[in-house]
Each structure stands twice: as C-alpha cells, then as structure tokens.
C-alpha cells in the first residue's frame, strides 16, 4: 500500500542554518504530495504542495521538489529561524477517492538562537 | 474565516463514559474526516464522510462513530471510551476525494483514565 517515511528527528540546528528534511513514499499511481507544519498547541497547516512530477511547491522560504525517480519530496530551507521550530509532516494524497492523506511519522525541528 | 472548528480542545474522562467531539466546517467542503495522532506513526485515519448521510471507516476505526447529518458538522462519538484511545485528534475537511489538500482543526487531546 502506499506510505511515506520521514528521517527521524528531532532535528536541532541553530538560527540561519540549512535544513534538510528528508521524506520518501511508495505510491501507485501519481498522488499529489504536501507538507504540513504544526506549531506547538495548534493543529496542521499546509505548508507547499506539489501536484505532479519535477513540481515544486515553495513557501515561507522552504522548498521541496516533487521527484518520482526517487519517490522523494525533501524540505529545504536556506537559513532557518527561531519561528520556524515545530513538527514538519510529509504526506500523500490516497487516491481511493476518500479524501485520505497518508502521513510519515513527522519530524520535530527545533532551532536554537 | 475559512475554517474547521473543533471542541472541546481538551477532555480529561474515565474509562466507559461516553463522549462526542464536535468538528464544524464553514467552506462548503463535501469530504470530511478524523485523524488521530501518535507519537512516531503521525496521523492516522478514523472515519471519512464523501457527503451528508455517506460514511465509511477508515485506518483505525475500532472504538469509534461518526455521523454526518448536516454538510458542515461531522462529529465523532466514542461510545465507551478506553485508555488506548488516549490521543490528540483532528478534524479535517477537504473540496474533492482525491488529489486535494485537507484543512484541519485546532486538534482535541483526549485523556481516558
């Protein structure tokens, strides 16, 4: 079935720093790929999506590609902030026609002043 | 303001006491659905609802009941609450069954002891 995989956290880095995120998914078909942010205390907001193949959805400062040759969809951010500290999901549209998105485990980013 | 909105945002409750968590939705949206959330497997799917009066199950359906009498609300009802199902639950609309974005409430942790 299908799934995503997220590196595992949490990820500490200091402010301006470059963050990496990796997520990778097995899919049948060509399901639309997103990342969802949750800050601490609040519920899940999008953060970029990407709807086909070498698509990339930016946001924010972060950027992933959407790369079906390596079923991959890694989180980029040039120089990270103390705002940015939260928990980063990577998900896939089902395509079952449910309205289901499947998510990795997520990963906790903390960035430190 | 496009949003979904849960309550309560936190219960405290024993084991057996029957309780609902309300989740309305003001974007006309014809998918809705339940997540709970875990520590290490992200979210997982409940229950979805494709439109008003059609419900299914979805991932993790054990313990739980929906209904969706109205398009906007779509409140899950746990009968007889356990302590397994200690969890941080969401709420989460989207316009179309496959390919699209959810958007999702504030979250409600539920404690069962």
Not at chain 1, 85 to 102: E, H, P, Q, R
Request: proline fraction near 5%; hydrophobic fraction near 30%; aromatic fraction near 12%.
């Amino acid at each position: 079935g299908n799934s995503v995989t997220q590196m595992e956290g949490p990820v500490t880095l200091s402010e301006e720093a470059f963050l990496t995120i990796n997520c990778t998914y097995t899919a049948t078909g060509y399901p639309s790929l997103f990342w969802y942010v949750q800050y601490p205390g609040e519920g899940l907001q999008l953060l970029l999506k990407a709807t086909k193949a070498d698509d990339k959805g930016s946001n924010k400062g972060f950027e992933a590609t959407y790369r079906k040759e390596t079923t991959s969809f890694h989180l980029e951010k040039g120089s990270v902030q103390v705002s940015d500290s939260a928990v980063y999901f990577c998900a896939l549209s089902d395509l079952s026609n449910t309205g289901k998105l499947i998510f990795g485990q997520g990963t906790t980013l903390q960035v430190k002043p | 303001e496009a949003q979904v909105t849960q309550n309560p945002r936190y219960l405290i409750t024993v084991t057996g006491k029957k309780l609902t968590v309300t989740c309305s939705q003001n974007m006309n949206h014809e998918y809705m659905s339940w997540y709970r959330q875990d520590p290490g497997l992200g979210l997982r799917q409940i229950y979805y609802s494709m439109n008003v009066e059609v419900t299914d199950k979805g991932d993790v359906p054990e313990g739980y009941k929906v209904s969706r009498k109205e398009k906007r609300n779509f409140p899950l009802i746990l009968e007889s609450p356990s302590p397994n199902q200690t969890s941080l639950y969401f709420c989460a609309s989207s316009p179309g069954g496959g390919n699209t974005e959810a958007f999702f409430g504030q979250g409600t942790r539920l404690t069962v002891v």
